[in-house]
């Protein structure tokens, strides 16, 4: 299975997204999820977390996990994550992780990502529209 995530802020810290899309035989799946305040950053860790949690449930044997976030990559490979903030968040991921028998995180640039990108720029304008209701 193929996770591209994305989180996105107006702001930092500011009304956040997720993008989300799972790709695997007979999938196709695309989420835009308001997250609410959040910096830039922990958005992009929530969105890999949300990720995870969406893909877990179809029982994938193997997960490619995309994002444009070298800070989550890099504390995810390390298993650690400098900002305290991020520690929660990355512990989360890091079990979910456990859960997969292959599981492999990999940098794409943002027009590599774009999916992912759009579906979390969508989920702030979600919110904003919600807000104003």
Do not use: C
Not at 54 to 83: F, G, M
Not at 89 to 103: G, K, M, N, S, Y
């Amino acid at each position: 299975m193929e996770i591209y995530v994305d989180g996105a802020s107006s702001g930092n810290p500011g009304q956040s997204g997720a993008g989300i899309v799972l790709i695997a035989d007979g999938i196709y799946e695309q989420h835009a999820v308001p997250l609410g305040l959040y910096t830039n950053h922990e958005a992009e860790f929530i969105a890999t977390k949300l990720g995870l949690e969406l893909a877990l449930p179809k029982q994938p044997t193997l997960i490619r996990l995309y994002t444009d976030s070298k800070i989550v990559i890099e504390s995810i490979e390390k298993k650690h994550a400098k900002n305290l903030l991020f520690k929660p968040l990355l512990d989360e991921i890091l079990q979910l992780i456990e859960q997969v028998p292959l599981f492999f995180i990999e940098w794409k640039n943002v027009a590599q990502n774009k999916q992912a990108d759009q579906l979390a720029r969508q989920a702030i304008q979600k919110a904003r529209r919600q807000n104003k209701a």
